[in-house]
């Protein structure tokens, strides 16, 4: 199934798409945050989505940041807007790695949107061969 990965901000919102194999994430877009959820619902129809992954502000201590509650409120808009699965995904750090590997050159929201659905197909492909009968 292709997933959309969100990396929501006060300015701007990242997007990234997986593959149908879940296998690779890659940076779609960003968006203004102002105009958020009818773009992803445009991106979401246009892709062929099945469910949308939002970025969830951590606390290094594991605890929901102050960002959380605004990602959270996204995500509900989100879900009311596109009757898709809304998952969320631990995004300490995101923005922080990707502008490591790419630098500040650019913006890095759809990186790290990338970046946190790539952790989020990871886990889930982690579980399902746990899952499976040796």
């Given amino acids: 199934m292709r997933w959309l990965g969100v990396d929501p901000g006060a300015a701007r919102v990242g997007i990234a798409i997986c593959d149908d194999a879940e296998r690779v994430a890659v940076p779609l877009e960003v968006v203004l945050a102002s ?7 445009a991106i979401a129809g246009r892709e062929g989505v ?9 606390t290094l201590g594991g605890r929901e940041a ?7 409120k996204l995500g509900e808009r989100l879900q009311r ?7 969320y995904e631990d995004e300490r750090l995101t923005t922080a790695a990707v502008e490591r590997l790419a630098g500040r050159a650019r913006p890095s929201d759809d990186l ?16 399902t061969a746990s899952d499976a009968p040796a």
């Fill in 66 to 72: 102050a960002g959380a509650k605004a990602a959270r």
């Fill in 112 to 127: 790290a949107a990338a970046w946190l659905l790539q952790q989020f197909i990871d886990r889930r492909r982690s579980a």
């Fill in 35 to 41: 105009v958020a959820v009818p773009a992803i619902r």
């Fill in 81 to 87: 807007a596109l009757e898709l699965p809304i998952e």
């Fill in 50 to 58: 099945g469910g949308v992954v939002v970025g969830l502000p951590v």
